[in-house]
């Protein structure tokens, strides 16, 4: 007889399923999970995904690590927009003096030849 196996989340998440094995003396719970993430079954020790919710000490300080990657991450992309942004905007500037510049060229040009 084959076990069935079923399961939907990462045994660390909120919405855990456990893993019923259908045995030949009865149904067995097991302490596995699958991970949607990372599309693999997640044995008891082994970390799964990082959106877990557990209670524990180390639980929370991994939730907070997860957090800060993330933050950071986003820090990051900021500063990259900023200095894009920053650049084209000097040389939106720089565009608009040329073009200024050229334009009272030519206004002076065009008023010279309508004096004489």
């Given at each position: 007889?084959e076990e069935e196996?079923?399961a939907r989340t990462?045994?660390?998440?909120?919405?855990?399923?456990?893993?019923?094995?259908?045995?030949?003396?009865?149904?067995?719970?097991?302490?596995?999970?699958?991970?949607?993430?990372?599309?693999?079954?997640?044995?008891?020790?082994?970390?799964?995904?990082?959106?877990?919710?557990?209670?524990?000490?180390?639980?929370?300080?991994?939730?907070?690590?997860?957090?800060?990657?993330?933050?950071?991450?986003?820090?990051?992309?900021?500063?990259?927009?900023?200095?894009?942004?920053?650049?084209?905007?000097?040389?939106?500037?720089?565009?608009?003096?040329?073009?200024?510049?050229?334009?009272?060229?030519?206004?002076?040009k065009y008023e010279?030849?309508?004096?004489?």
């Amino acid at each position: 007889m084959e076990e069935e196996k079923k399961a939907r989340t990462c045994w660390r998440c909120d919405s855990y399923e456990p893993y019923f094995t259908k045995t030949y003396i009865g149904i067995k719970r097991e302490r596995v999970g699958y991970c949607m993430r990372k599309r693999e079954i997640v044995k008891k020790d082994t970390p799964a995904c990082e959106a877990f919710c557990g209670r524990r000490a180390r639980d929370i300080s991994r939730r907070k690590d997860c957090a800060l990657r993330a933050l950071g991450g986003i820090a990051q992309d900021m500063n990259v927009l900023k200095t894009i942004l920053c650049d084209e905007t000097e040389d939106r500037a720089e565009a608009l003096r040329q073009t200024t510049s050229e334009l009272k060229y030519y206004l002076k040009k065009y008023e010279e030849t309508k004096n004489k």
